[in-house]
């Protein structure tokens, strides 16, 4: 895997989508979520997030991380997808894609590895490659990052990295 395409409401989000009064909507995000994307960037990963929203929440959470890519208003997933793998010169083999409901099936057919998170649609699971333990909004996304680099036996090398880079001492971890 060289890219991670992400879903935004229902994988970094709970679902849930919090109204005011004016018409503000508010969101909430998992702390390990963001890690796990900062842990994908540092083994030199493509990330991106790709919604059908047209949120600015979305666009914040991907400019705070630092994800390559922000797509909002994408009804057409799989377009979205293929577009920024061509971008980056990648193909659909090297991509993990993780969705949750019926607009994110079309992109987890193109993807290398499709990853559904725990809770999302029965026909989503259906079509994934790998379901998450962990709900959409509750260390899915976390959790998809450590199965990846452990199955390509660099876990332990990035971990080690991201703590040094963030003023950790190497070996400190066990």
Same mark, same amino acid.
Not at 52 to 57: A, C, H
């Given at each position: 895997?060289?890219?991670?395409?992400? =879903?935004?409401?229902?994988?970094? #989000? =709970?679902?849930?989508?919090?109204?005011?009064? +004016?018409?503000?909507?508010?969101?909430?995000?998992? #702390? !390990?979520?963001?890690?796990?994307? *900062?842990?994908? !960037? !540092?083994?030199?990963?493509?990330?991106?997030?790709?919604?059908?929203?047209?949120?600015?929440?979305?666009?914040?959470?991907?400019? +705070?991380?630092?994800? =390559?890519? %922000?797509?909002?208003?994408? $009804? +057409?997933?799989?377009?979205?997808?293929?577009?920024?793998?061509?971008?980056?010169?990648?193909?659909?083999?090297?991509?993990?894609?993780?969705?949750?409901?019926?607009?994110?099936?079309?992109?987890?057919? !193109?993807?290398?590895?499709?990853?559904?998170?725990?809770?999302?649609?029965?026909? /989503? $699971?259906? %079509?994934?490659?790998?379901? #998450?333990?962990?709900?959409?909004?509750?260390?899915? /996304?976390?959790?998809?990052?450590? +199965?990846?680099?452990?199955?390509?036996? $660099?876990?332990?090398?990035?971990? #080690?990295?991201?703590?040094?880079?963030?003023? *950790?001492?190497?070996?400190?971890?066990?």
């Amino acid at each position: 895997m060289r890219a991670l395409v992400l =879903d935004v409401d229902g994988v970094l #989000t =709970d679902r849930r989508m919090i109204l005011s009064e +004016r018409g503000d909507e508010l969101k909430s995000f998992d #702390t !390990r979520d963001g890690i796990g994307i *900062g842990l994908a !960037r !540092r083994a030199g990963f493509k990330t991106a997030l790709i919604t059908g929203e047209k949120s600015p929440i979305a666009q914040a959470r991907g400019d +705070r991380l630092g994800v =390559d890519a %922000v797509v909002l208003g994408a $009804r +057409r997933k799989a377009d979205a997808l293929e577009r920024l793998l061509a971008e980056w010169g990648l193909g659909p083999e090297t991509a993990a894609y993780v969705g949750d409901d019926l607009l994110d099936i079309p992109a987890l057919q !193109r993807a290398g590895l499709a990853i559904a998170v725990a809770d999302a649609a029965p026909e /989503v $699971r259906a %079509v994934a490659h790998a379901v #998450t333990r962990a709900r959409g909004g509750r260390g899915a /996304v976390r959790e998809c990052v450590e +199965r990846i680099l452990r199955a390509q036996g $660099r876990w332990r090398e990035v971990v #080690t990295a991201f703590v040094v880079e963030h003023g *950790g001492a190497p070996g400190a971890w066990r």
